[in-house]
């Protein structure tokens, strides 16, 4: 498929377990190049693991990784070589200087100049600090020199975890500013959060995770759109799914545990809940609702919560 | 790879804790050479006047070079225990670990680098141990009379580079020993813990050992410490007292169980090291 060369990324049933918690569930996904990608879920989702296994530091228990068309267990050196990464607890060595740290990584990297250590310093407004010690950096400025660094050697594809963690509302605005910018410049970026809001504004494309497992993904605008979304319990949420799937006027749906997150327009409401018990199938619950994504994200995350 | 070795001496280069280790070394040093001038200028009564001629020498050349390397042997087991296990451990507890494999994807180079600039520290330790060495027995050498410069003849100091690589090769198994505990617990204080541990579980059991009577007085054979005694050069202060474990181990023999700890150790950790998942 001509379509493969344009994908960054492809996961292929990717599955990570822990002994007998399984992290990351059957994940198959897709990153364009040059687009922001965000990587949603409540926390313990898995995004952080996903992002071990792309990044070579996590190895899947089965399923594979793909990163411009390469295989990240038998590719990695080569894959990493295009790869800028900021993982989610950012790892510095607190008794050199900011500068200094990037100045290690840019030695066993190789490759990249001093101006380009000032320019990513100068990027993310750590220009004045960067001699004083790792140690002595706010929560914020860490974070910083870790996108800074994630950026150090100008890679096609950038991997961020969480980037805004612990920045204040002037810093998540500058660093959405950044990877916008990053993103115009023709970067691919996958962006791991578990902030809605923060997708919403940023990405093009999202996929949301729960428990390991994709819920959904598509564009971010027909995620968002309002429309109608019908919310169903069913008695066997598994057949139902295969039932309701084979009618062309529902556009999609989403199943999460027992419940079924259908797009179709209202007045087929009625024919849906016939369909369904000619098949023996009963409804337990029906709920109309009208904002998708949010709601629906809401709803996964304080289900966790609760 | 050798950039990576080079970056990996840079840190230990910008490191306190690389500065704060050779301080002690060279205090010990100091402390250990006018010790042992303080008790032969006034020794206490009863001591025989063959042992007090024998420590002089070990604080005069030639026999000062066997005083600093077993010296350096020792204390510098301890040391590369700390500074191997800090530098595996620390990079797992800060989290740069994640950093670093980030950006090679290939796991060994890791290891290898951490490993061999380890191995340089521990050689320019060495170096600087026979320095203040002999700068403190010229201090000792002519406080006891003067330096015999005839003794220092060009095959005085074959052996002495000789010594320098057995006394170098004798701190290999404990390196690779801390630093594999580092890898297993994945933290410096398992490293250190671990590798002291070992070293002074080891010692006692060796001299228990060395009591107990049929096979079991064979096992001290086949443990680090006692071999490591047989390829240094003796210590001047084993003599005149209870043979100590190991020096009746060939020089083939120790070799050969050395370099097989060496090799289990580094082999465990490349293959740990790979396997494992690096999660936060
Ligand atoms: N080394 C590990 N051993 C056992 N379980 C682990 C390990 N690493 C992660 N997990 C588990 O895997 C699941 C997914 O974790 P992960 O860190 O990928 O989540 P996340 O989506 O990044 O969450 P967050 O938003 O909190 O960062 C969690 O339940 C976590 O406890
Ligand atoms: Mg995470």
């Given amino acids: 498929m001509d379509n493969n060369a344009d994908l960054v990324v492809r996961t292929e049933h990717l599955t990570k377990h822990f002994g007998k918690l399984v992290a990351v569930d059957d994940l198959s996904l ?16 898995g995004k952080s693991t996903t992002v071990g296994m792309m990044l070579g530091l996590v190895a899947p228990t089965s399923g594979k990784v793909e990163i411009f068309g390469l295989d990240t267990q038998l590719h990695l050196p080569q894959i990493l070589k295009r790869v800028g990464a900021m993982t989610e607890s ?46 002595t950096y706010s929560l914020g400025m860490k974070q910083r020199l870790a996108i800074a660094c994630s ?146 994200f809401l709803e996964i995350t304080e289900e966790r919560t609760n | 790879m050798i950039d990576m070795i080079r970056a990996e001496l840079f840190k230990l280069r910008k490191r306190s804790m690389t500065w704060i280790l050779l301080i002690i070394l060279a205090t010990f040093f100091c402390l250990m050479f006018f010790a042992t001038y303080g008790i032969i200028s006034s020794p206490p009564d009863g001591m025989h006047g063959v042992a007090i001629d024998e420590i002089k020498a070990s604080l005069q050349f030639p026999g000062v070079f066997n005083t600093i390397f077993s010296t350096a042997g020792t204390i510098g087991t301890l040391l590369m225990i700390i500074l191997g296990a800090s530098s595996i451990g620390n990079e797992y507890g800060w989290g740069s670990i994640r950093q670093v494999l980030t950006r090679r994807g290939i796991r060994y180079h890791f290891v290898i680098s951490k490993l061999v600039s380890l191995i340089i520290v ?3 330790g060495l170096l600087i141990s026979v320095v203040i060495g002999s700068i403190l027995a010229l201090i000792t050498s002519n406080l006891l009379g003067s330096v015999n410069w005839d003794s220092i003849t060009a095959s005085l100091i074959r052996e002495q580079l000789a010594n320098f690589g057995w006394t170098l090769f004798a701190l290999l198994p404990y390196i690779l020993m801390a630093t594999f505990f580092a890898f297993l617990g994945r933290s410096a204080i398992a490293g250190i813990g671990g590798g002291l541990g070992f070293y002074f579980i080891e010692s006692i059991a060796v001299s228990l050992l060395g009591q107990a009577g049929g096979w079991l007085s064979k096992i001290p054979d086949y443990l680090i410490g006692p071999n490591v005694t047989a390829i240094m050069p003796p210590s001047p202060f084993s003599q005149g007292m209870l043979p100590s474990a190991g020096t009746s181990l060939s020089t083939l023999h120790a070799t050969l169980t050395l370099t097989v700890y060496c090799i289990v150790f580094l082999t465990a950790s490349l293959y740990m090291f790979k396997k494992r998942d690096i999660t936060a």
């Fill in chain 1, 90 to 135: 950012i790892g510095f060595y607190p008794y050199l200087s900011g500068e200094n740290n990037l100045n290690y990584i840019a030695r066993i990297t190789g490759g990249i100049s001093s101006t380009r250590i000032e320019k990513v310093l100068d990027l993310v407004e750590l220009s004045g600090r960067e001699k004083d010690k790792f140690s």
């Fill in chain 1, 151 to 296: 950026l150090l050697s100008d890679p096609e594809f950038i991997v961020l975890d969480e980037p805004t963690n612990g920045l204040d509302p002037a810093g998540v605005k500058e660093i959405r500013e950044l990877i916008i910018k990053l993103g115009h410049e023709g970067k691919t970026i996958f962006l791991n959060s578990h902030l809605l809001h923060e997708v919403e504004q940023i990405c093009e494309r999202v996929a949301i995770i729960q428990h390991g497992k994709m819920i959904t993904q598509g564009p971010v605008k027909d995620l968002m759109k309002k429309g109608d979304l019908l919310q169903l319990q069913v008695t066997e949420p598994e057949k139902a799914m295969a039932v309701l799937n084979n009618l062309d006027w529902i556009r999609s749906i989403v199943r999460e545990d027992d419940k079924l997150f259908i797009d179709v327009n209202a007045e087929r409401y009625a024919q849906i809940s016939a369909v369904l018990a000619r098949e023996d199938i009963f409804i337990t619950e029906m709920r109309a609702k009208d904002n998708t994504l949010e709601d629906f």
């Fill in chain 2, 122 to 124: 521990a050689f320019i």
């Fill in chain 1, 30 to 45: 897709e990153v364009r190049k040059g687009e922001i990608f965000g990587f949603l879920g409540p926390n313990g989702a």
